[in-house]
Nanobody, 120 residues
Framework: QVQLEESGGGLVQAGGSLSLSCVAS????????MGWYRQAPGKQRELVAS???????NYADSVKGRFTISRDNAANTVYLQMNSLKPEDTAVYYC??????????????WGQGTQVTVSP
C-alpha cells in the first residue's frame, strides 16, 4: 500500500502565505503525477495544481499567479506554495498521487487532507 503524508496548512490572514508538503511512501514503482485538490464545505473537490514527473504543471484558474507547485521526484514529495491567500481559498486540501504500484497498472492515492483557513 501507499500512504501520503501531508504537512502544513493552518490559519492565516488574507494576503498571507502557507506552504503544504506531501510525501508518498510505501509500495511505489513509479509516480506518474502528483497534485493538490481542495474541497470547501458544500462544494465538490477540485483540482488546485498538479505536476508530472517531467515537470509539467497545470493550475486552476483561480490560483494562477498565486500558487506554485513543485516536486522532488527522488523524495516522492510534492509541495504547494500558496501566496496572496484569499478567504475563498479556505478548504481542506488533499494530496493526490497517481502512480504505478506495480508495473502493470496505475492507481490514485489520497492523503487525509489538511485544513487551510484564510480569515478576512
Amino acid at each position: 500500500q501507499v500512504q501520503l503524508e501531508e504537512s502544513g496548512g493552518g490559519l492565516v490572514q488574507a494576503g498571507g502565505s502557507l506552504s503544504l508538503s506531501c510525501v508518498a511512501s510505501g509500495s511505489i514503482f513509479s509516480i506518474i503525477a502528483m497534485g493538490w485538490y481542495r474541497q470547501a464545505p458544500g462544494k465538490q473537490r477540485e483540482l488546485v495544481a498538479s505536476i508530472n514527473n517531467g515537470g509539467g504543471t497545470n493550475y486552476a484558474d483561480s490560483v494562477k499567479g498565486r500558487f506554485t507547485i513543485s516536486r522532488d521526484n527522488a523524495a516522492n514529495t510534492v509541495y504547494l506554495q500558496m501566496n496572496s491567500l484569499k478567504p475563498e481559498d479556505t478548504a481542506v486540501y488533499y494530496c493526490n498521487s497517481r502512480l504505478y504500484e506495480r508495473p502493470n497498472r496505475w492507481d490514485d492515492y489520497w492523503g487525509q487532507g489538511t485544513q487551510v483557513t484564510v480569515s478576512p
